[in-house]
């Protein structure tokens, strides 16, 4: 069931058995991540995004002051990369927390992160706040295609303009 598998996120924190706070931690992930409707369902039964995010809930109920996350909108529609991405940044501005993702959507990035670190054949070349890094220079440097980069809303937004620049 999705609640049992978010309450292994606190397999650090229990006993031999789960406290009414463990699974007050468990139903809060569950909550926060739009998880309700699913907490009785068999994860194995879940869609892809489901699950990526019954894995985030699982992360979030172990409340650590680092969150490490591997790409955390992978299989997720777009409603559900937003929805779960502001729920990370409120956990985070909440618990005082770090959080340190790995994430290909650079506007996406963009909208979420405070600071971004840009790799290119697994060195760093940019680093800072996303509209001082995400310049068509350096995203040019690092995806080798050619694209512009918009301000909407304050936020910069890349878009290609060729498939590939040499």
């Known amino acids: 069931m999705v609640a049992d598998a978010v309450l292994l996120g606190r397999t650090p924190h229990m006993g031999l058995r ?18 309700d409707a699913l907490a009785h369902r068999i994860v194995g039964e879940l869609s892809g995004g489901q699950a990526q995010r019954v894995l985030l809930a699982r992360a979030v ?13 992978a299989a997720l529609d777009l409603r559900h990369q937003l929805d779960t991405l502001a729920a990370v940044r409120a956990i985070a501005a909440e618990r005082a927390a770090v959080v340190v993702a790995a994430l290909h959507d650079l506007n996406l990035a963009a909208r979420f992160c405070d600071e971004l670190i840009v ?18 220079e350096v995203v040019s440097r690092a995806y080798r295609v050619e ?13 290609p303009v060729s498939p590939h620049a040499d």
Do not use: F, Y
């Open 119 to 136: 790799l290119h054949d697994g060195k760093v070349i940019a680093s800072g706040r996303p509209a001082d890094v995400l310049t068509p």
């Open 18 to 35: 789960p406290s009414r706070q463990d699974w007050e931690r468990v139903n809060e992930a569950i909550s926060v991540l739009g998880l």
């Open 61 to 73: 109920a172990q409340e650590t002051p680092v969150l490490m996350l591997d790409e955390p909108t």
């Open 147 to 159: 694209v512009a980069v918009d301000c909407v809303d304050g936020v910069p937004t890349v878009r």
